[in-house]
């Protein structure tokens, strides 16, 4: 039991029998005690004030009178207003600490008996991957590891969106426009090129509407449709996407190829087999650079029928209605989502029906008890639309289901864009914090006595590092920027930043050589930095518990960074190989140890290597 629970069960137990109250442990809040206050661990009084109908000041001495007598893991206590802060046994640190340091996996919480399903990356395979997916990616593994420490089974999955209008975009380009170019012949990377031809397809569609607009037939549809306080432009901005749905030969000649697409056409099938075989190429590159695996793919080429024969079910059950051009929708105006098209009126499947069938077909695969989506937060209401349309269908999984909604990432100079192909390619992104790494260590010369091989592996693991960390440490729900320049600055809240101490402990425990922890158990003259690097050391396993809580990776980088931190601002204050006792050295470097452990299991949850040499 950790010793937060352990408390709040004192805490409770006490209370009931005092004052015969029962309290809920959720009521209660225990945590590490503020720095400009006397402790370690803090209690909140507050919301026991009403229940037990007592003074603060009161509530806070009886309950560290009690748990003074009962656990000998505390030695005194305080009471600040509403807050009782506990001093914890010289005796207690040293135990944790050796037991920190000789466990290898610390941290680690027991395993729940619960498996969750992770969805990330979810590409369409009409682009390459770029610096939006590049989030959705880092956030999904790290999740996926963090829950795996917080003691879930966990499925690590990716949907691929290879079917529908978008991917025959860039089918249709290429046929009309390719010349039958390919990756072999061109020496571009297959996501590259099949990206090129997406973007292409947007310039002709865009020349084409623009030549459309000084038509007869533009001219007729202003007139009756135009509002009057409404311009030229801004209606011809607005009216792009049925322009593309009505009007458009290009647009008619892509939907046309995915309706044969929907009904096996050979000559289609063949093509569209052909260019994604390029995409998934380039993107297991991409993966692979990144340090990614999955434990399953799934395809809504293979989904999506699932999904359409499930909405035919529902019609017949009168859960959804059929319009009189053929489509069908779901009425959700009950739970204020409004209606949905599930089906088009030629028949067609639209993107939540695919949705609806990938999650059937996973819990039938699985029987996951929770199954996340990280998905950005412009489709926070696609999400609630689906969860609330499996509710509706009895799904056994309904209640388990949750979007990890992200903000958007810009670059310093704006927003990027897919169709126009001004998006950060996120193989270029990776190479480019890579060089900006290698310059940095190249600067400071301390690889000199390494191999180009292990020089190379160097700068691999610092340049992913300080990509990784960057975009890691900012709450998902966060819109960010990314500054490729920042994010490796050796000062500032970094990657490398955090590196660096991991770099320093290895060094410092390379010239210790072998030492034993018999002696550090008689050491006692705590040093502030030093008690503060315990309590950090302490919170590890609650930090892991938190973040598999709210699904936040933020929590871990920025308990790594604190860690790194206080570490760097130790390691100037306290002599460790040098020290004058050696029941202060056998300390100091136990302690050196062990954070170099936490800070490397901490990082490794973020998908950050350790480099051996900075």
């Not at 009521?27 to 206050?37: A, E, H, I, Q, Y």
């Not at 003691?151 to 290429?174: H, P, T, Y």
């Not at 590196?499 to 018999?518: E, H, M, P």
């Amino acid at each position: 039991m950790h010793l937060f629970e352990k408390i709040e069960t004192e805490i409770v137990d006490a209370t009931h029998r005092v004052y015969g109250k029962s309290v809920d442990p959720g009521l209660l809040s225990v945590g590490p005690t503020r720095k400009d206050f006397a402790g370690d661990m803090t209690v909140v009084v507050f919301p026991l004030v009403k229940l037990l109908r007592k003074s603060p000041l009161e509530i806070g001495n009886f309950i560290g009178e009690h748990l003074v007598a009962k656990m000998d893991e505390i030695a005194s206590f305080n009471v600040v207003q509403g807050f009782v802060n506990l001093t914890l046994t010289k005796s207690f640190w040293h135990i944790f600490l050796t037991s920190a340091h000789a466990d290898p996996d610390f941290g680690s919480l027991q395993r729940n008996g619960e498996k969750v399903m992770i969805e990330f990356a979810s590409p369409n395979t009409n682009k390459p991957l770029h610096l939006g997916h590049i989030r959705n990616i880092l956030l999904g593994w790290s999740c996926a590891q963090i829950l795996e420490m917080a003691g879930f089974e966990v499925v690590k999955v990716q949907v691929i969106n290879d079917r529908g209008i978008a991917i025959c975009k860039s089918m249709l380009a290429w046929q009309l426009y390719g010349e039958r170019i390919t990756p072999a012949s061109s020496g571009i990377k297959g996501d590259h090129l099949v990206g090129q031809f997406y973007v292409e397809f947007e310039k002709r569609l865009s020349a084409e509407y623009a030549e459309w607009q000084t038509s007869t037939e533009a001219s007729k549809i202003i007139t009756e449709q135009k509002e009057e306080e409404q311009s030229v432009s801004s209606f011809f901005k607005a009216f792009k996407n049925q322009y593309f749905n009505t009007y458009s030969d290009l647009g008619a000649k892509a939907r046309t190829m995915l309706q044969k697409w929907e009904e096996g056409d050979p000559e289609i099938r063949q093509l569209w087999e052909m260019m994604n075989n390029w995409v998934y190429a380039g993107f297991d590159r991409t993966y692979d650079r990144l340090g990614v695996t999955f434990d399953r793919l799934y395809y809504e080429s293979e989904t999506w029928q699932l999904g359409k024969k499930e909405i035919m079910d529902g019609l017949k059950r009168n859960l959804f209605d059929k319009q009189e051009d053929g489509s069908i929708w779901v009425d959700l105006d009950h739970v204020n989502l409004d209606k949905k098209i599930l089906l088009r009126s030629d028949g067609t499947a639209v993107y939540i029906t695919q949705d609806i069938g990938t999650a059937m077909q996973r819990y039938r695969d699985y029987g996951i008890d929770r199954m996340v989506y990280v998905v950005a937060d412009e489709q926070n209401h696609h999400f609630k639309v689906l969860f609330e349309i499996l509710n509706l269908l009895e799904e056994p999984y309904a209640d388990g289901l949750y979007h990890l909604a992200y903000g958007m990432v810009d670059l310093p100079d704006g927003k990027m864009k897919s169709r126009e192909g001004t998006v950060v390619d996120a193989d270029d992104l990776i190479a480019s914090v890579t060089e900006v790494a290698e310059s940095l260590a190249i600067e400071k010369g301390d690889l000199d006595n390494l191999n180009k091989g292990e020089r190379e592996e160097v700068f691999k693991r610092i340049g992913m590092g300080a990509l990784k960390f960057f975009i890691l440490k900012i709450n998902p729900l966060k819109r960010m920027t990314f500054d490729p320049q920042a994010s490796v600055d050796m000062q500032g809240q970094t990657g490398p930043y955090v590196q660096n101490a991991y770099v320093r402990i290895q060094s410092i425990l390379r010239k210790a050589g072998s030492f034993t922890v018999d002696p550090m158990h008689t050491y006692i003259d705590f040093q502030p930095t030093e008690k503060h690097l315990l309590s950090l050391l302490f919170m590890f396993p609650e930090v892991i518990r938190r973040a598999a809580s709210e699904y936040d990776p933020s929590l871990v980088a920025n308990y790594c960074y604190d860690l790194a931190k206080s570490y760097h601002r130790f390691y100037h204050d306290a002599p460790i190989l040098n020290a004058r006792k050696e029941e202060a050295r056998s300390f100091r470097l136990t302690l050196n140890a062990a954070i170099a452990q936490v800070l490397s299991r901490g990082m490794k949850l973020l998908g950050i290597d350790m480099p051996a040499r900075m």
